[in-house]
């Protein structure tokens, strides 16, 4: 079993930056694919980037070019770079690990950190 915990969020103007960190713990084996998702108030939990285990990333259309997933290995940790955020970027985001394929859907996903709250004000 892999536990997630996540760090790394706060309040911040628009435009500005953030870096969420995610340390894993427990053991990944090949094939795994870790990712960050986030839920605002009242929507959906949507996928955000995700990173698998060739080191491929893949990114939704609102993000990118202004985030960037990345991990070292050697700390066991994933990142999640923010840049240019916007008020819309505004949710919980969490972190989550599957040996399923590496996609935006959360149910896909089986461990899930418990998540750290990002605010962007305008």
């Known amino acids: 079993q892999v536990q997630l915990v996540e760090s790394g969020g706060g309040s911040v103007q628009s435009g500005g930056s953030l870096r969420l960190s995610c340390a894993v713990f427990g053991y990944i084996y090949s094939g795994y694919c870790v990712g960050w998702f986030r839920q605002a108030p009242g929507k959906e939990r949507e996928g955000v980037a995700n990173i698998d285990g060739d080191g491929s990333t893949r990114y939704a259309d609102s993000v990118k070019g202004r985030f960037t997933i990345s991990q070292d290995n050697a700390k066991n940790t994933l990142y999640l770079q923010m840049n240019s955020l916007r008020p819309e970027d505004t949710a919980m985001y969490y972190c989550?690990?599957?040996?399923?394929?590496?996609?935006?859907?959360?149910?896909?996903?089986?461990?899930w950190g418990q998540g750290t709250q990002v605010i962007v004000s305008s």
């Open positions: 989550a690990s599957t040996y399923h394929y590496c996609t935006f859907t959360p149910s896909f996903f089986t461990d």
